[in-house]
């Protein structure tokens, strides 16, 4: 599981897109959303899209992992994503709030979360009023949410400022080849090569 956050506008979604196009064994958990798909966005690839009836429903029947409201919407992430992901051996990237990282870490100790961080505020306002036509008062709204989301990055084993495109997914890249490098991840192979010590040893 590798837990990704970060403020809406730091740039995560370029970011993932590329690493998910040039590493290996790495799938995106897509999200249920009672939001509006954006211009582009397809049901089933960038969210699955639901209403808040739908989304009710399927957690009130246990099917998130992990679930959270932000800016008056509903996101979740669905046990599904997670059994597949491991039925085929892969490992899981999401995209998911503070809120939402908190209940995963909660429910898999060995997750590696990353906090992607904007170059600036200047930065980050830039990116934000280019995404769309949002009355001032939700814009504004939208900035205090990314404060208070940046207030919570000391909680991440990593953090990436998003200066350079190029870097940031390179570190992120770093990221997840040592955590598959992890005494957790080889440990049964590892008892595999052990035992033939102890063999070779009685012989």
């Given at each position: 599981?590798?837990?990704?956050?970060?403020?809406?506008?730091?740039?995560?979604?370029?970011?993932?897109?590329?690493?998910?196009?040039?590493?290996?064994?790495?799938?995106?958990?897509?999200?249920?959303?009672?939001?509006?798909?954006?211009?582009?966005?397809?049901?089933?690839?960038?969210?699955?899209?639901?209403?808040?009836?739908?989304?009710?429903?399927?957690?009130?029947?246990?099917?998130?992992?992990?679930?959270?409201?932000?800016?008056?919407?509903?996101?979740?992430?669905?046990?599904?994503e997670?059994?597949?992901?491991?039925?085929?051996?892969?490992?899981l990237?999401?995209?998911?709030?503070?809120?939402?990282?908190?209940?995963?870490?909660?429910?898999?100790?060995?997750?590696?979360?990353?906090?992607?961080?904007?170059p600036s505020?200047?930065?980050?306002?830039?990116?934000?009023?280019?995404?769309?036509?949002?009355?001032?008062?939700?814009?504004?709204?939208?900035?205090?949410?990314?404060?208070?989301?940046?207030?919570?990055?000391?909680?991440?084993?990593?953090?990436?400022?998003?200066?350079?495109?190029?870097?940031?997914?390179?570190?992120?890249?770093?990221?997840?080849?040592?955590?598959?490098?992890?005494?957790?991840?080889?440990?049964?192979?590892?008892?595999?090569?052990?035992?033939?010590?102890?063999?070779?040893?009685?012989?």
């Open positions: 599981m590798i837990v990704v956050s970060g403020p809406s506008g730091a740039g995560k979604t370029t970011v993932l897109n590329r690493v998910l196009a040039e590493l290996p064994d790495l799938r995106f958990s897509v999200s249920h959303t009672t939001r509006i798909p954006r211009s582009g966005e397809k049901d089933g690839v960038e969210y699955h899209f639901v209403t808040r009836r739908e989304f009710e429903r399927l957690h009130s029947e246990g099917a998130f992992l992990e679930w959270a409201e932000v800016h008056g919407e509903l996101y979740g992430t669905a046990r599904a997670y059994d597949r992901a491991m039925k085929d051996g892969v490992d990237l999401l995209d998911i709030d503070v809120k939402g990282a908190d209940q995963v870490v909660q429910r898999f100790g060995d997750a590696v979360t990353v906090f992607v961080i904007p505020y200047t930065d980050l306002e830039r990116r934000l009023r280019g995404r769309g036509p949002d009355d001032e008062a939700s814009f504004q709204r939208r900035l205090a949410v990314a404060g208070e989301e940046m207030s919570h990055f000391r909680k991440y084993q990593y953090a990436i400022v998003n200066v350079d495109l190029e870097a940031s997914v390179e570190a992120l890249k770093t990221v997840i080849r040592a955590s598959r490098l992890r005494t957790s991840r080889v440990a049964e192979t590892a008892e595999t090569i052990l035992s033939t010590f102890q063999t070779h040893k009685e012989n």
